[in-house]
């Protein structure tokens, strides 16, 4: 089994940045891939960002690309995105997720484990 925990969010005005982290534990961590998702009150959850860990690609949203960069920490087990020029429209709770196996790395279906979100809020 694997856990995932999501820290780092909070109240940043627009144009501002913030680094999240999601620190990934258990027996033996092992996954294909990494990904940030995010959730707004009364919408969809939506992709925001992921990384394959064999090679360390790396993949966006539209919304995300140019603005938000995702990384890892091997040594760590942690995953990050760091998110500059915020706005207002970036305001959600932002997920942690673990995908095991070789699947779209967009859809929330190819992962399998979850972290409890973080909440991060954009003021104008």
């Known amino acids: 089994q694997v856990q995932l925990v999501e820290s780092g969010g909070g109240l940043v005005q627009a144009g501002g940045s913030l680094r999240l982290s999601c620190a990934a534990s258990?027996?033996?961590?092992?996954?294909?891939?990494m990904g940030w998702f995010r959730q707004a009150p009364g919408k969809e959850r939506e992709f925001v960002a992921a990384?394959?860990?064999?090679?360390?690609?790396?993949y966006y949203a539209d919304s995300a690309k140019g603005r938000f960069t995702i990384s890892r920490d091997n040594a760590k087990n942690t995953v990050y995105l760091q998110m500059n020029s915020l706005k207002p429209e970036d305001t959600a709770v932002y997920y942690c997720?673990?995908?095991?196996?070789?699947?779209?790395?967009?859809?929330?279906?190819?992962?399998?484990?979850w972290g409890r979100g973080t909440q991060v809020t954009v003021s104008s």
């Open positions: 997720a673990a995908a095991l196996y070789r699947r779209p790395y967009y859809l929330e279906a190819a992962y399998d484990y």
């Open positions: 258990g027996r033996s961590f092992v996954s294909y891939a």
């Open positions: 990384i394959i860990w064999s090679g360390g690609n790396t």
